[in-house]
Each structure stands twice: as C-alpha cells, then as structure tokens.
C-alpha cells in the first residue's frame, strides 16, 4: 500500500506541465509532499543516503528557482529528486517489514520522551539500530537476534523516559510544592529537594538502576512535602504580601519593571529564610521591603506595558497631524494588533518590524509536536508575516532549566524548527526568509524555581523584521 501511494503520487507529478514551476508550482508541491511522505515512514533512518541524496536535489531547485534560473535547470533537479525517490521506495517497503518490532519500540519510546530524559539507553538503542541498518545487504539479516537487543534498549529508554514523563509532569510532591510558592517561602528545604530532583533525572538519563532512583526520589519527595506545608503556614501568617505580589503579576511587572519586581522576588524569598530559621523580627522587615518593591514594580509596569490589542486601530486617529513615516508605521501595527485580538500574544514594536510573544504556544507535553490549536495560532502567524512582505523572521524557541542542558538546546532547537516547516508548509513564504533558533535555557523571563515560572520559560518568540 505504501509503495503504491507514492509511487501514484509520483507518476501524477511526471505528467504535469514543466512551464508552471517557474510559478511555485504543483510540481514543487508534489516532490515535497513526496518526501515528507517517505519521512513519515522512516526515510531517513532505513534509507539515510538515498533520503539525503533526494532532499537536496528538491533543495537544489528551490536555490535555482529563487535565483530565477531556467526552468530546464529546475526541471533537472525535481526529476533527480523523484527518481532516487522512486528507487527508494521499494527498499522502504521492505526495510519496514523487516525493522518493524524496533520501529515500533523506537515510536513507544519516543512517545515517553526518551530521546530527551533517557540518554544512555536511547544513543545505545540509536547507534545500533543505525549499524544494524548499514549491516544489512540483500534485504536479510545474518542475525536477527540483533533486533532484539535493540529492541531491549529501546524498550528501557521508553521505561526510564516515562519515569521522567511522571515525575515533571504529574508529580504531587514538586506540583503541590510550586503552588505554595515554597521556592520563595521555604526556600532551603526546597533548594535541597530541588537537588535531589536534578540528581534524579541525571541519574535516569544515564540509566541507574530503579531502586537507587526511588531512594533519591523519596529524600525530594519529603523535602518537597516539607517545603510545601510550611509554605502553606507562611500565606496563612502573611497574606498581605502574596495579594501585592500577585497584583504585580497581573500588571506584567515581571516583565515590564524586571528589576523591582526581582528585588521584591528577593527580598520575599529572604523573609522565606527567615521564617525557616523561625526569626520573626527579621520576617516581617523583609516582608515590608518587599511589599514596597512588588507595589513600585507594578505602578511602572502599568506605564510601561504596551497596547496588546486597539479595538479602532491606531492609524484612523488624527491622522492629519502625523508623519507620513509614523502613519505607515501605525498602519503596520494595527493590522498585527487585529490579527491577535482575543490570543494570549504580547506584540512589542522594534525597529523596523515587531517581536510576537506567545504564551499559549503549548506543544504536547514534554514534546516537540505541535497540537491543534498551535496551528491555529501559527495560521495567524503567517497573515501577520504577509503584513511585512519584504522581511526576515526569526523564531526563537526556549525551555526552562529542568534536564541536562544539551538536550534541552536539542529540544528547543526541535520545537523552533517545526514551527518553521508549518509555516513553509502553509504558506507561500520563501523559506529563506524564515529562520529558527533553539535557545535552551538561556534568556528565562521568570524564576525556574516553581512551576508557573518555568512554564513561562517554555516559550516561543517570532520576531519579523522589515528588510
């Protein structure tokens, strides 16, 4: 059925006229779609040369057609492409029928994220099931009992990558502690369980036995409990403090009067030291100090935050009395504010163009796929970026702190550059104007130390910039 459907796509494309590629053609689709296709099933791991080889012919035209090159010369290329495509589906097939027990373990334990939290036994699982792949000649292996041995690697990434899955995600004891605000109000223990958490996922990244995890990960779970009730304690003894903080919250003090609002983040996780060590006198001054920095944090922010959204746009107002270079400006920000209306973005203008900030960018938990209603969202994105014809974007993705730092770059890097095959995918935008950049962990615009903070640090950032 496979080889079927795409070698129907392929005869289909063969028959189409060559004088429209010039035009962002069928045929441009055609091959893509084609290739996407092919990766779906696996291309790049079962026939990585011939997927490469394929890909960069497709490439290959897309350079000579944006350098309006001949329509021989693109012609070449496509059919170069379809052709290795075509040879290449038939070992496919094939390749998938014998691999099928390790494709299936490689997607469960994608699925738990084990290429992120399950290192050790994924790179093992990867690197053998890339040999095994090079080792096979004339469509028969030598030794089958060399998939299962992969199969057994992928199975214990899987394992070890949902034990990671259950404690970031679902776990009570981290979760109950980030709500109470314990980073700030109990802040030691904490610290401590914090610790013992970070030793918990580097112990299962290098695959350590499940018994010497769950001791560690009981000395955090107490912690954690510890942290969190004596938390409770401190809001019930001094809600005050939490109703201005949260006050600043709402204004966008985090971000719009960073530097008051973390003298403020200071001083209350000082009154949180305090009260560990059960020093009244010493609890309530810092709370006073911090009190004064949350309610300045908030009156600046309440200057400083832009406009997200003007129902009458900005343009039709005095018109008359402005510039002509501010009315084409206004006119730019006015479409971008209307685009938006009613999504959780924040649009801050920059020379020459504006930074979208996206807050409701969610992905599938612990993932790199995008849902549903990201792509919602991203359709909205490239109505924003035909606004600026002549621009470049730039879109960064970013994580919080939590698992081995290369890999969150890796993840970052991932999600960025999915969201830029959408908006390739769905649109008719130049991929030479769009570029994506993982950040990682760099650049967190809040504190990684509870739950609400490092869900703000997951975050994307497009940026489009007028040539």
Known sequence: MRSRLIIFIILFISTINYAQVKKGSLFFDEVRISLNTALQFNADILCP??????KQYYLNALELNNNLKSNEEIKTELEKSVSIITKMN?????????????????????????????????EKAEDGFK????????????????????????????????????????????????????????????LKGYENLSNVLGMINSGTEITEINDVLKSAEKQFNTAAENSFTFKEQHPKI??????????GAEIYASKLWTKGEMNLEEAGKSFEEKDNADVNEYIKTARINYLSAAQVASVEKPITFSPTPIYKRN????????????????????????????????SNGVKLLFGNLSFNPMGTMLNNKDKQILNKVIYAINSFPKSNVKIYSFTDNIGIKSMNKELSQKRADNIRKYLIKNSQIDPSRISSIGMGELNPIASNKTFEGRKKNNRIEIVIKKL
Do not use: C, H, M
């Open 319 to 350: 018109i008359l009395t402005k510039p002509n270079t501010r009315k084409s400006k206004l006119i730019i920000s006015g479409n971008i504010y209307s685009i938006f209306k009613g999504e959780n973005v924040t649009i801050l203008r920059q």
């Open 49 to 54: 040369n011939e997927f490469e080889t394929a």
């Open 131 to 190: 040999d095994l792949v090079e080792e096979l000649q004339d469509n028969d292996l030598s030794d089958p009992a060399q998939i299962y041995e992969i199969v057994k690697y992928y199975n214990l990434a899987s394992k070890y990558g949902a034990e990671a899955n259950y404690i970031l995600s679902g776990w009570t004891p981290l979760r109950n502690a980030d709500q109470n605000l314990a980073n700030l109000l109990y802040p030691d223990t904490y």
């Open 90 to 122: 038939e070992k496919l097939e094939k390749k998938t029928e014998i691999f099928k027990p390790i494709l299936n373990a490689r997607d469960s334990a994608l699925f738990n994220n084990a290429d992120k939290y399950a290192g050790d036994y994924w």
């Open 242 to 251: 939490l109703q201005d903080r949260a006050a600043a919250i709402d204004s």
